[in-house]
């Protein structure tokens, strides 16, 4: 099972995902969010993640929406 993968739906709120890989592709799911739209891995501050290729080396942070983040424009 991956871990440090969430997911939304319209309303832009993101619940974690329960996920798994198979055939090198990435399915996700939520009880939660029934029309997902958004995915999201190790979007947040010291995510606890588990996602790595085939040589061992982890997968980056990234983000498959491109909402506004609640802290942009903000210092």
Do not use: H
């Not at 993968?5 to 996920?19: E, K, M, T």
């Not at 995915?39 to 947040?44: F, L």
């Amino acid at each position: 099972m991956l871990t440090g993968l969430s997911i939304a739906g319209v309303d832009q709120i993101f619940d974690r995902a329960n996920a798994v890989v198979q055939d090198n592709e990435i399915s996700v799911s939520s009880d939660e969010v029934q029309n997902p739209v958004a995915v999201r891995y190790a979007w947040e501050d010291n995510p606890v993640c588990n996602l790595v290729n085939g040589a061992g080396l982890p997968a980056s942070p990234f983000r498959t929406d491109k909402w506004t983040e609640s802290t942009f424009g903000k210092k």
